[in-house]
T-cell receptor
Framework: GQQLNQSPQSMFIQEGEDVSMNCTSS?????WLWYKQDPGEGPVLLIA?????ELTSNGRLTAQFGITRKDSFLNISASIPSDVGIYFC?????????FGAGTRLTVKP | EAQVTQNPRYLITVTGKKLTVTCSQN?????MSWYRQDPGLGLRQIYY???????DKGDVPEGYKVSRKEKRNFPLILESPSPNQTSLYFC?????????????FGPGTRLLVL
């Protein structure tokens, strides 16, 4: 099955900078999810979005569910070193759940 | 502590030697699933289980088997592993499949098949 298109694949930023990543799909999803994976660990849910157009924040993280239901973005403001990791988007529709390939974030102090 | 556990965390084996990766959750979740994670491909679902004795194929089920005899356990079986099954495997669980609750992931099992 087709996975989601997530970009960028990797980012190298300076501490304090803002970060933006996004996910697109040719299919409509009912739920969009954003996960973070630390080295040696499983993905942990950061934000869940349930309605088209919904904008949700979790601390320095903000994510939006696209109006078309085919895309979503995640912003991280004022990045810090512990933001390092791989960020995955996921789209869910009934029994179907798809993941993006991930965005690897490196934050330089 | 609510968690999903997997064993072993690391495994090196040879082609054709049957192996089992165990997964257990202590949250009384109905839904459990297995994923493999490969560079550039993200997470792909192998098998999932909606409840005890109910399992179904995900996107990449070939070469794998699962069973769900008890609610808490969902082992992944590779009857005859091949090198293309070298990957990082994650087990996950959630209260129900279409619930809005989060899906909890285990810590991962890194498998190398020689």
């Amino acid at each position: 099955g087709q996975q989601l298109n997530q970009s960028p694949q990797s980012m190298f930023i300076q501490e304090g900078e803002d970060v933006s990543m996004n996910c697109t799909s040719s299919s409509i999803f009912n739920t969009w999810l954003w996960y973070k994976q630390d080295p040696g660990e499983g993905p942990v849910l950061l934000i869940a979005l349930y309605k088209a157009g919904e904008l949700t924040s979790n601390g320095r993280l903000t994510a939006q569910f696209g109006i078309t239901r085919k895309d979503s973005f995640l912003n991280i403001s004022a990045s810090i070193p512990s933001d390092v990791g791989i960020y995955f988007c996921a789209g869910q529709r009934n029994n179907d759940m798809r993941f993006g390939a991930g965005t690897r974030l490196t934050v330089k102090p | 502590e609510a968690q999903v556990t997997q064993n072993p965390r690391y495994l090196i084996t040879v082609t054709g030697k049957k192996l089992t990766v165990t997964c257990s959750q202590n949250m009384n979740h109905e839904y459990m699933s297995w994923y493999r994670q490969d560079p550039g491909l993200g997470l792909r679902q192998i098998y999932y289980s909606m409840n005890v004795e109910v399992t179904d194929k995900g996107d990449v089920p070939e070469g794998y088997k699962v069973s769900r005899k008890e609610k808490r356990n969902f082992p992944l079986i590779l009857e005859s592993p091949s090198p293309n099954q070298t990957s990082l495997y994650f087990c996950a669980s959630s209260p129900t499949r279409v619930s809005k609750e989060t899906q909890y992931f285990g810590p991962g099992t890194r498998l190398l098949v020689l």
